[in-house]
């Protein structure tokens, strides 16, 4: 930013000087014309009353000569210019009382602007040259050296200000940087100091500290999700053991095909707690597989027609319900449904597909006691499990509500717990396609 500061600077500084040096040079040039014309016609006057002046010395750099009618110089300005050497070699036409030229050959590494003027003489016409140097584009070396240094002092104080300036602005960002490298798992509390300034750097603060208001709550939902599982995980891996000491401290007294039946039961329980801990993670990883076209309502009709539930299991099937996704995911949401609902159902679990605009609706409504509204969202929490379902599946894992949900998310849709006249009624809602394309 400095940089360019300067040479913006720079560049309005080369402009403004040009513009100087060519005003400057514009009026010089015509104030020393001026003298020169004057010098001429003062001493045109002279010759009119009577002969040229003994000595020739006019005012400033003007150079004047005098020739008679035969080209001879009869006077000029003692000491500088050439002795009889005319200034210029060209004459007044006779239309004219004077002309202007630009002379270079008189002297040596130097220009004049010269003026001529033909004044009469009874024996012939006389000539009156005057000339001045012509002014150089830089027209004093005085003057170039002002503008020059006035534009280095410009340009400086331009950057000074840039640098200044910049880093103003940029300190408040020089601070969040420093506050969020010294922030760490350990210290997550901790926030980026908010700037008082209504400007894009508060903005950042503020997006700075709401992304870390998410990580906090990630964190704390891993570290909850790890105390969690660690406890599930312990406690068939307890059991287990206990059953096992317990049948070495008295061996010839225990059923050993009990113990192992007992053993097997909690082995298959800490397989189940793992299998779907492996989902979660994969879920969370986003492990996607390759998108299909996939008939809703097909689905759920194989997988009712291929597994054997105890309550009575009545589809509403809707035709022309296509999503897309991954098949095996959304035969494990509908699993982890239909398991839900027959484990807290009296009798019956109703299964509903249908469209609702450019979504596909899948409902799963058991007969059962419901859940409270105060719970629907605990409900989803990993390994939270209410009183009742404890009761009716003490094997459970807690962990088939949020591996259901978590896949409805990746397919860009909703999992949630919707009124009903009796029982629980848990609602899918994604996205419907149409051959492929998304409807509408």
């Known amino acids: 930013m400095t940089v360019i500061a ?29 003298q020169a014309t004057a010098a001429a016609l003062r001493l045109s006057y002279s010759l009119r009353r009577g002969s040229a002046p003994a000595r020739l010395d006019p005012e400033g750099a003007v150079l004047v000569q005098v020739l008679d009618e035969t080209r001879t110089v009869i006077a000029g300005t003692p000491g500088r210019v050439p002795v009889g050497r005319p200034l210029a070699d060209f004459v007044p036409s006779q239309t004219r009382v004077y002309s202007t030229r630009r002379v270079c050959a008189p002297l040596r590494h130097r220009c004049l ?9 009874p024996g012939g016409d006389w000539l009156i040259y005057a000339a001045v140097p012509i002014v150089p584009w830089y027209v004093s070396p005085g003057l170039l050296m002002f503008l020059a240094s006035v534009s280095l002092l410009v340009i400086l104080l331009g950057c000074l200000r840039a640098w ?29 100091t908010v700037p008082e300034s ?38 068939p891996i307890a059991a287990a053991r206990a059953q096992i ?12 095909p009990q113990t192992a039946r007992g053993v097997l039961q909690t082995l298959e329980r800490l397989q189940a707690i793992v299998t779907d801990l492996l989902q979660l993670a994969r879920l969370d990883a986003a492990a996607w597989q390759e998108d299909e076209t996939i008939d809703l309502g097909a689905l759920v ?50 299964v509903v597909v249908s469209r609702e605009d450019d979504t596909a609706v899948l409902e799963v409504v058991d ?42 998310r990746l397919h860009g849709g909703t999992l949630t717990i919707e009124d009903s006249e009796r029982g ?17």
């Open 113 to 121: 602007w010269v003026v001529g003027f033909r004044v009469f003489k």
């Open 245 to 256: 000491e317990e049948a070495l401290l008295y061996p010839d007294d225990v059923d050993w």
């Open 424 to 440: 629980a009624r848990f609602v899918l809602r994604i996205p419907r396609f149409n051959d492929g394309r998304p409807a509408g």
């Open 6 to 34: 300067g040479t913006v600077t720079a560049i309005i500084c080369a402009i403004v000087t040009t513009l100087v040096l060519v005003e400057a040079r514009g009026s010089a040039t015509d104030s020393s014309r001026g």
């Open 367 to 408: 007969d059962g006691a419901g859940v409270a509204e105060q719970n629907r969202d605990l409900v989803f929490q990993r390994f939270a499990r209410l009183e009742d379902s404890k009761a009716r599946d003490p094997a459970g894992t807690g962990l088939g509500l949020p591996i259901a949900r978590e896949i409805a």
């Open 198 to 235: 209504r400007d894009e750097i508060r903005r950042l603060a503020e997006a700075a500290n709401a992304t870390l208001d998410r990580l906090d709550s990630a964190l704390e939902r891993q570290r909850s999700f790890t105390s969690d599982a660690s406890h599930d995980l312990r406690s």
């Open 164 to 192: 200044a300036t910049v880093d103003h602005t940029l300190a408040p960002v020089d601070a969040i940087r420093t506050e969020l490298a010294e922030i760490t798992a350990q210290q997550s509390g901790r926030r980026v």
């Open 301 to 350: 009709t194989i997988e009712l027609a291929r597994s054997d539930r105890t309550k009575r299991i009545v589809p509403h099937i809707q035709d022309g319900v296509t999503v897309r996704g991954d098949r095996l995911r959304l035969v494990r949401l509908l699993t982890n449904l239909l398991d839900n609902a027959e484990r807290h159902a009296e009798s019956r679990v109703d």
